[in-house]
Structure formats: C-alpha cells, structure tokens
Nanobody, 117 residues
Framework: QVQPVESGGGLVQPGESLRLSCLASDHLFSAYTGAWYRQSLGKQREWVASLSSGSGEYRRYADSVKGRFTISRDNAKNMIYLQMNNLQPEDTAVYYC?????????WGQGTQVAVSS
C-alpha cells in the first residue's frame, strides 16, 4: 500500500514561493493520478490541483490558485510537486498529497504552509 509523504512546507512572506514535494513509492507510480488538497484552520479540506496519470498531461486547478500554482510529476522519482508562486496569506493551510489508483485513494499526513508578513 502506497504511503504518500509530503515535504517542503514552511513560513514565507506574501509574494514569495514554495515548492511542495510528495513522494509516493510504488512500482506502479506512473499509473496513479495525483492531486493536492489543503485545509485551513476551521475550514473543510479543499481541492487545489490535480493531474493525470502517465505524463501528467492533463492538469486542473482551483480558481483560487490558477496562474500561481503548478502541479507536476516525475515518474522516475515517484514524485508529485506543487510549485506555489506569489503566495498570499489566504494560502495558509496544511497541504495534503493524494494519489489514486483504481478507485483507491491514499493520503499523506500533510505539510504546513504559512504565509505572513
């Protein structure tokens, strides 16, 4: 059973960037779809971005991050990334990686992102 592990969170100032990484070790990694979600204090978890299996050619973004965040994958490294640019205080949240294969979803434990001046 795959266990995603996120890293790369931290505290940044508004306008700065971070790259989140998600390691999901599995010999079938390229067959998984991938996504990032986030959860702010007192709010429900919300979808941020997702990409297709294989090359990850098909990508979708929540309106709130479109144009600022980029999701990508490196199948050779079993990694999914989330490049976050021009971060704003409203992006503060715990970010979770999700991978899915044949209807089975697997979640990481999350990485904290805080944006504050």
């Amino acid at each position: 059973q795959v266990q995603p592990v996120e890293s790369g969170g931290g505290l940044v100032q508004p306008g700065e960037s971070l790259r989140l990484s998600c390691l999901a070790s599995d010999h079938l990694f390229s067959a998984y779809t991938g996504a990032w979600y986030r959860q702010s204090l007192g709010k429900q978890r919300e979808w941020v971005a997702s990409l297709s299996s294989g090359s990850g050619e098909y990508r979708r973004y929540a309106d709130s991050v479109k144009g600022r965040f980029t999701i990508s994958r490196d199948n050779a490294k079993n990694m999914i990334y989330l490049q976050m640019n021009n971060l704003q205080p409203e992006d503060t949240a715990v970010y979770y990686c999700n991978v899915e294969l044949r209807g089975n979803n697997f979640w990481g434990q999350g990485t904290q992102v805080a944006v504050s001046s």
